[in-house]
């Protein structure tokens, strides 16, 4: 099968309401809302009403940036690109991706705009512990990854739950080639993820408090998931580290798959026996499955999963079996 050629996505030929637009003004309500609840002054107001609308590319990715940029990162952006990935439709453009992101440890559900929340989260160093069901368990610190691991450009399409989507180019490896570095046992048929957990750094995670949300966010996937080739960890985006808002250092991947699997500012990946207990699917298992493959004839419980728009655009596309992935990943499912 030729990935390179195939035609694998069916643009519908109209275009429908620009959803967008709509629902940018209800986060934007929201948001509104609650600052004033918590007693914003005028001069904030101001700076709310403005700041909304006005953010330049270069405050978002500023605010975003983590300083000093480690070291190696230099030499490793950008990377090659992967010619066997192709978006089939438009590149999303870079400053709709940093400035619309779902990263609940700094927003809550209240707003998209975590850039503006992201200031005290400390990102270097980092490091990644990857342990359980293996031979050599080992804490990674990112400067090891960039020498032992090659480090590829692909170009994915995202599919949130919530409809939005994207084609953004990643830059990082497969996940695969870090697992196999621990050398999984017979025993690892799950892979967890978890989250950093510093509620100083993150503040609503700190202004939630204990007991509300199920701290630190966490995901996983079976190991036949992980190991398949489009698992892929990212460092990068756009042929940058990845900005503060996007999951920097490091994050992962699931593109078949809504974007909640694909956890961000990772810092423990283990191994395991039994399947790990997951963030959305504890807050709400009814919702939001472990598998979470996208399909478009199953409904969320409070919406179509039919269509999804484009970040940045009035497109709308129709939802694709498993993303448009299924040439990768169907064979996982059919068992
Ligand atoms: N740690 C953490 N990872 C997370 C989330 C989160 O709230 N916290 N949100 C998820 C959701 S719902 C989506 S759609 C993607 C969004 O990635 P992006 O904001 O970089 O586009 O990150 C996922 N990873
Ligand atoms: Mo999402």
């Known amino acids: 099968m030729n990935h390179h050629t195939r035609k694998i996505w069916n643009v519908p030929e109209h275009e429908h309401t620009p959803i967008e637009v709509f629902q940018n003004r209800k986060l934007y309500r929201r948001e509104f809302l609650q600052r004033m609840g918590t007693g914003l002054g005028i001069a904030g107001l101001a700076g709310l009403l403005t700041g909304c609308e006005q953010a330049t590319k270069e405050e978002i990715e500023q605010a975003g940036a983590t300083t000093p940029v480690p070291q190696q990162d230099s030499s490793i952006y950008p990377a090659e690109r992967n010619p066997a990935f192709k978006y089939g439709r438009p590149e999303t453009e870079d400053i709709e991706a940093e400035k619309f992101t779902n990263f609940y440890e700094f927003t809550g559900p209240t707003s998209k705009q975590a850039w503006k929340y992201v200031e005290n989260f400390k990102t270097a ?100 998931e992980a190991m398949n080739d489009l698992a892929f960890i990212a460092t990068g985006l756009y042929g940058a580290p990845l900005l503060k808002q996007n999951g920097a250092p490091i994050r992962l991947v699931v593109p078949w798959k809504y974007g909640f699997k694909s956890g961000k500012s990772i810092v423990k990946i283990r191994l395991t026996k039994d399947q790990p207990a997951t963030f959305w699917n504890t807050v709400n298992p009814e919702e939001y499955g472990f598998v979470a493959n996208v399909e478009p004839d199953v409904p969320h419980p409070r919406w179509s999963q039919r269509t999804e728009w484009m970040l940045g655009t009035e497109k709308r596309y129709d939802t694709q079996p498993f993303n448009g992935y299924g040439e990768y990943v169907a064979s996982l499912y059919t068992g």
């Open 125 to 224: 160093p980092w490091s990644v512990t990857v342990e359980g069901e293996c031979e050599k368990p080992r804490t990674f610190d990112l400067d090891d990854l960039f020498k032992e691991l090659k480090f590829e450009e692909r170009a994915y399409r995202h599919r949130c739950v919530e409809t939005w989507a994207m084609c953004v180019p990643w830059t990082g490896f497969p996940l695969a080639s870090l697992l196999k570095l621990v050398e999984p046992k017979a025993s690892a048929k799950y892979v967890a993820f978890e989250t950093f957990n510093k509620p100083k750094q993150a503040p609503y995670m700190e202004s939630s408090g204990a007991g509300t949300w199920p701290w630190p966010y966490t995901e996983g996937l079976t190991m036949p």
